[in-house]
């Protein structure tokens, strides 16, 4: 009864698989730019242009940027207010978040979560609520419903176009020593934020702040930090 479907805005995100990195003659803040990382981009929302890019195509694990598609597939599935009930099975996953069984959370407070501290645990229980939720998988268990839900992930990858991009849990978590829980390319990911900005306004204003507040159903207030360092110098 909490479940229902949620209707995305129309957007492409055909413009930045396609868009070419503005020639290197051209300066912008990033053109002296040293960096460590393997492969970056940075892209203009507003025209979806690239500004900056470096080895935009290669295929790299993505580890929690895995939970951007986690957030979109959800947000498309689900509506802000649908109300989730923590299970044992969601707490299974590594990481500790503080939720307890049996504690209720409406599912856009769950998404908050996910996406300022990277809870792993919230993740799991989003994915293993919609996959279980969703229409055709009325005869699976529920604790399949997160299995489910990654091929919805993987569904929506290939219906972007992506190419390089490909999930195998909601999380981003290795799924052994050898195999990262979701791989991808800078570009791809760049598109897949895009998408998720400009379909769902809203969903990421969250991580730009220094703290959130949620509160349960029950009552429990829980004050979340933002991962992301960075924060406290923009």
Do not use: C, W
């Amino acid at each position: 009864a909490h479940f229902t479907h949620a209707k995305p805005v129309p957007t492409q995100t055909a413009e930045i698989l396609r868009a070419v990195p503005t020639a290197p003659e051209t300066q912008t803040p990033f053109t002296a730019l040293a960096l460590e990382a393997r492969a970056a981009i940075v892209v203009d929302l507003a025209s979806d242009r690239i500004v900056f890019a470096k080895n935009a195509d290669e295929k790299l694990p993505l580890a929690s940027l895995t939970k951007l598609m986690t957030a979109l597939v959800t947000r498309k599935y689900a509506k802000e207010d649908s109300i989730v009930t923590i299970t044992p099975y969601d707490l299974e996953t590594d990481g500790d978040s503080g939720l307890r069984i049996g504690q209720q959370f409406r599912v856009g407070d769950l998404l908050d979560m996910m996406l300022t501290m990277s809870s792993n645990d919230a993740a799991h229980a989003t994915a293993s609520f919609v996959g279980s939720n969703f229409p055709s998988a009325n005869t699976e268990s529920f604790t399949g419903g997160d299995m489910r839900f990654v091929r919805l992930m993987n569904e929506e990858s290939r219906a972007l176009g992506f190419t390089h991009t490909e999930f195998f849990n909601e999380t981003g978590l290795d799924v052994n020593p050898a195999q990262n829980g979701g791989y991808g390319s800078a570009r791809e990911v760049a598109a897949l934020f895009s998408k998720l900005h400009k379909s769902f306004p809203g969903t990421l204003e969250v991580t730009t702040r220094k703290h959130t507040r949620i509160v349960s159903r029950g009552g429990t207030v829980y004050t979340l930090p933002n991962t992301n360092e960075a924060i406290s110098y923009l």
